[in-house]
């Protein structure tokens, strides 16, 4: 089994559209949504809920009347402003236990909190495992270690031969807990200054999971000069530029009928991502 994680080091450079791609064209796969803070591969994917599951990933402070001496210092240790009249404002608590251990009464408890949903679901490209985070929830990397979990036990039990998950952009705690473990990361960048940059940080991060690295430059053709600087900085990191996507209108036109683009059409942008498709599958 190979699990293969599509990252960007931002949004909107079409790591979703190429993972949709990716899920189409590969013949024996599991899926994962790990972008818990923003998943849209259902958009794509279109899947049917076949079980749905409670994430309690945090906990929230609560006073307890009955204990409670109203001495105040909870209220003036809090650095999140979360406590006012001795009343915990749960979307502002942070879960960092300060007033718990201050409090001289005992008064306060952490309880566990709804912090947000996962789902196994079906496509017509093989399961999926997918997730929402609640708003102005936090532990979105141990969410991600959820979906994960469940996305390999699936593979196993079904003897699937490839997982291929939908990272979140950036490089923050849900991308290294969506690289934990992973095979293979296929990097989605853009001809500009900012997407150097960008792919320069993700690559970074990536080397420290000894993984294989690949790197796919989209809408390479609307700045040529800047795609070929990051055709050489790859060249230089030993690092294999596995695809080139031209500019295509015909994927702006997928994605608004919600269908991977290399089942909508057949123009240039298409046949590239099934190039891309071809040398990871093959």
Request: overall charge negative; proline content about 4%.
């Amino acid at each position: 089994m190979k699990e293969i994680v599509v990252l960007s080091g931002k949004g909107g450079t079409g790591k979703t559209t190429l993972t949709a791609s990716l899920a189409a064209l590969a013949k024996n796969a599991v899926l994962a949504d790990c972008d818990v803070d923003a998943p849209d591969l259902y958009l794509l994917l279109k899947p049917e809920i076949r079980e749905t599951f409670e994430f309690w990933g945090s906990q929230k402070a609560k006073i307890n009347k009955n204990k409670c001496k109203e001495c105040g210092k909870c209220e003036e240790a809090c650095r999140f402003g979360a406590i006012e009249n001795f009343k915990v404002n749960a979307i502002l608590c942070e879960g960092c236990r300060v007033c718990y251990n201050l409090c001289p009464q005992k008064a306060i408890d952490m309880e566990e909190t709804l912090s947000g949903h996962w789902y196994i679901s079906d496509t017509k490209y093989g399961p999926i495992v997918h997730a929402r985070l609640g708003i102005a929830e936090e532990n979105s990397g141990k969410l991600v270690s959820v979906v994960k979990k469940a996305a390999r036990e699936i593979a196993e039990r079904g003897r699937y031969e490839y997982i291929i998950t939908d990272g979140p952009p950036g490089i923050g705690c849900p991308v290294i807990s969506s690289l934990s473990g992973a095979d293979m990361a296929l990097i989605v960048t853009e001809p500009t200054a900012a997407g150097l940059h960008d792919l320069e940080r993700v690559l970074k991060l990536a080397e420290n999971f000894k993984v294989a690295i690949k790197v796919v430059i989209n809408k390479f053709d609307l700045a040529q000069e800047k795609s070929k600087e990051i055709e050489q900085y790859c060249i230089n990191e030993g690092i294999e530029v596995i695809g080139k996507i031209p500019f295509d209108e015909e994927i702006v036109r997928a994605v608004s009928k919600g269908v991977p683009p290399v089942e909508y059409s057949s123009g240039p942008a298409a046949e590239a991502l099934k190039d891309v498709g071809e040398g990871i599958f093959t």
